[in-house]
C-alpha cells in the first residue's frame, strides 16, 4: 500500500516568459507613463537605419535610451557625447535582452549652463584652428552694388533692413529666405551661405558684394542655429565680406567669432553695409572745397614766385634794341666787306696766273708723252712679229745647245740672286739689325730727327714691333755704356 501524501498544488501563479514580460512592461508603462529624465548623454551610436543608440547617465545609474528614426527630424538639438540634456519619452522594455529602456521623443538641454559649455568647448576647438583670427577678416566694399541678407522673410529684420537701405543709399537686395531656428535650420543658414559664394559674378542672379546674417532676438535656445559649427564654417569660409547680426546687442553667438564684422542690431548692418547718401554728399563738398582751397593755394604760391623771378629778369626791351643795333652795324660792315672780300681775291688771281703754265703746253706735253708710247708700242710689236717668225727655226735647232744655253742662263741667274740677297736690307735684319721708322712708315736714320714721345715702328727680320721713344739723351748714354745704341 502506497503511504506516501498526494502533493498540493502550489499557490504561486505560473507565467510564460513572454506573458511576465509582458506583465512587466505594462506596469512600467503604466506607472510612469511619460518622463522627463535629466543626464549627460553617453555611448551615442547612429546606425545605417536611422536610430540612435545612447545612454543617460549621472553620478550612481545608467539609463540605456532609444530615439527612432520618425523622432529624429523632430528633436530641435542635436545629440552629443558629454552633453547634459533633458529627455523626455516613455520607460519601455526590451523582452528580447530583459531590460528596460528609455524610448525618447523629445530633447532639451538642461538649462544653459548646459549650452554654455558645448558653446565654450565648440568655441574653443575652431579658435585653435584659427578661424576666428583677425587676419582673417576682410573689408567691407565701400558702395556695393548688391547686398545678400540670409534671414526669415516673415520676421520683422528683413522689413528693418530694407527700410534702412532704402533711406541711406537704396542699392538691390536678394533675400534667401531660411528658418531662424528650429530643426534643420542651421543646415539652412549654412546652405544659403555658401550658395550666396558659389553665384557666378556674371550670372543671371548677381553675386552680392557684401552679406548680412541676421535675426532678431530671442533665448539662447532659440539662437542656438548660430552657434552651430556648420553655420560657423561656413561663415568663415564665404568669400563674399560677411556682416552677422543675431540676436540683441548683448546676444552673442559663435557666428560673430567668424564673420568680417558684427552688427548689434539687423538695423546696424544695415548701417554698415551701405553708407548715408547724405553723408557721402556731404564728403564729396567737403572734398571738393579742400581741393579748390589748395588749386587756389598753389596757384598763389605760383604767382608769387613768378613775380620774384620777373624781379631777377634783365631788361628785355633794352637787350632786344642793342642786339639790333648790332645787327645792323655787321649788315653795314657785311656790305662793304663784300666787294673788299672780291678785289683781295682778284689781285691774288692776278699774281698768280703768271706762275700758272698756259693749256696748250700742257696740251702739247700730253701729245709728245702719247707718241713716246705709241713709238714703244710699234717697237714691241716688230720684236713680237719678228719672233713669231723664228720660232720655226727655233724649234729645228737641236735639244742639246739649248738645254746647255738654260743651265748657264740659271747658273747666272742665281748668282745674281745671291748677290741681289747679299745687299737686300732683309739679309741684314736677319743679322740681328733693326729698321727704325715712325708711325707713317717713313725711315729714321738719325737719333736726333726723333723728338720724345715718338710713336716708333722697329722691323726685324720676323716682323715688326711699336715703340716710344725716350729722347735721344737716353740713347747717347747707352752707346757711351758701349752697347749698339738704341732709341728705346
Known sequence: MDTTPPRTAPNIPEFAVSEIAGAIRRTLEDAFGRVRVRGEITELKRYPSGHIYLSLKDENAKLESVIWKTS?????????????????????????????????????????????????????????????????????????????????????????????????????????????????????????????????????????????????????????????????????????????????????????FASDRRAPTPTAAAEMAIPARADLLADLAQTGARLLQAGRALLDRARRRLMMAERGLPDLPGILGAMRQRLEDRGERLTVALPALVERKRGALARIAPRLPHPREGIAARRAVLGLLRQRADAAMRRQMARAQAAPAIARLSPAPVSALVREKRARLEGLVARLEGVSYQAVLARGFALVSDAEGAPLTSAAAVPPGERLVLTFGDGAVNATAEGAKAGRKKRESGDQGALL
Do not use: C
Request: aromatic share 4%.
Open 72 to 256: 529624429v527630424p523632430r528633436l530641435s538639438i542635436k545629440p552629443e557625447n558629454g552633453v547634459e540634456v533633458i529627455a523626455t519619452g516613455k520607460i519601455g522594455t526590451y523582452a528580447d535582452r530583459s531590460k528596460y529602456q528609455l524610448v525618447i521623443d523629445r530633447l532639451e538641454y538642461a538649462g544653459e549652463g548646459a549650452l554654455l559649455a558645448r558653446i565654450e568647448k565648440l568655441r574653443l576647438r575652431l579658435l585653435e584652428e584659427g578661424l576666428f583670427a583677425p587676419e582673417r577678416k576682410r573689408r567691407l566694399p565701400l558702395l556695393p552694388r548688391v547686398i545678400g541678407v540670409v534671414t526669415s522673410e516673415r520676421g520683422a529684420v528683413i522689413q528693418d533692413i530694407r527700410t534702412t537701405i532704402a533711406r541711406r543709399f537704396p542699392r538691390r537686395l536678394i533675400l534667401w529666405p531660411v528658418p531662424v531656428q528650429g530643426t534643420g535650420s542651421a543646415e539652412q543658414i549654412a546652405a544659403a551661405i555658401r550658395g550666396f559664394g558659389a553665384l557666378p559674378p556674371d550670372g543671371p542672379v548677381p553675386r552680392p558684394d557684401v552679406l548680412i546674417v541676421a535675426r532678431g532676438g530671442g533665448s539662447l535656445e532659440d539662437l542656438m542655429a548660430f552657434n552651430e559649427e556648420i553655420v560657423v564654417r561656413a561663415a568663415a569660409d564665404s568669400p563674399i565680406p560677411l556682416i552677422s547680426a543675431v540676436g540683441h546687442e548683448t546676444d552673442t553667438t559663435l557666428i560673430d
